[in-house]
């Protein structure tokens, strides 16, 4: 840990690496990225259970994420919609349309769709499930939707997630 109590907890597996920036015990922020290798991995003991959670989920093992997030940075909306997100199962899909219906505010999807681009915890706030509404009943490329990771990210996030999903 550094004089400004912050560190990082890097994990790779899969093909790709988490880079997790933690401030005390609090997770700050979560960016993707591709792994080189799975062997730059560093762990710190004292957070094993943040490691441990993000490498199960790596090796395609089912998790409910109950970790330390610093949301002081999220606005009302972006939390209602996150919150909204949290309820949808591992592995599964909705759309930019159903959590704007189930936040009460169906012609939202645009700003819905902004508030997820924001999410500073992938995975654990899993916005690489939303996708536009017609995947759902014609599961081309073209309508996976985006993320800011990039859509190669998010088609290896989904197939971790759920192998009968073929890009």
Same mark, same amino acid.
């Given at each position: 840990?550094?004089? #400004?109590?912050?560190? /990082?907890?890097?994990?790779?597996? #899969? /093909?790709? =690496?988490?880079?997790? %920036?933690?401030?005390?015990?609090?997770?700050?922020?979560?960016?993707?990225?591709?792994?080189?290798?799975?062997?730059?991995?560093? %762990?710190? +003991?004292?957070?094993?259970?943040?490691?441990? +959670?993000?490498?199960?989920?790596?090796?395609?093992?089912?998790?409910?994420?109950?970790?330390?997030?610093?949301?002081?940075?999220?606005?009302?909306?972006?939390?209602?919609?996150?919150?909204?997100?949290?309820?949808?199962?591992?592995?599964?899909?909705? +759309?930019? /349309?159903?959590? *704007?219906?189930?936040?009460? =505010?169906?012609?939202?999807?645009?700003?819905? *769709?902004?508030?997820? +681009?924001?999410?500073?915890?992938?995975?654990?706030?899993?916005?690489?499930?939303?996708?536009?509404?017609?995947?759902?009943?014609?599961?081309? %490329?073209?309508?996976?939707?985006?993320?800011?990771?990039?859509?190669?990210? =998010? =088609?290896?996030?989904?197939?971790?997630?759920?192998? /009968?999903?073929?890009?």
């Amino acid at each position: 840990m550094n004089k #400004n109590n912050t560190e /990082s907890i890097i994990i790779t597996g #899969n /093909s790709l =690496k988490i880079f997790v %920036e933690m401030k005390g015990d609090w997770i700050e922020n979560i960016h993707l990225s591709f792994a080189k290798t799975d062997e730059d991995t560093k %762990e710190n +003991s004292e957070k094993s259970f943040i490691y441990q +959670s993000f490498k199960n989920y790596l090796e395609g093992k089912e998790i409910e994420f109950d970790l330390p997030l610093n949301r002081g940075k999220i606005t009302p909306f972006q939390n209602e919609v996150f919150s909204e997100l949290k309820k949808r199962p591992y592995g599964s899909l909705t +759309s930019y /349309s159903a959590l *704007a219906r189930g936040i009460g =505010k169906e012609n939202h999807r645009r700003a819905v *769709a902004q508030a997820l +681009s924001a999410n500073p915890f992938p995975i654990i706030i899993p916005c690489h499930r939303v996708v536009y509404q017609a995947f759902l009943s014609h599961p081309l %490329e073209q309508f996976l939707g985006g993320y800011s990771y990039g859509l190669e990210i =998010k =088609k290896k996030l989904l197939y971790i997630e759920n192998k /009968s999903l073929v890009f």
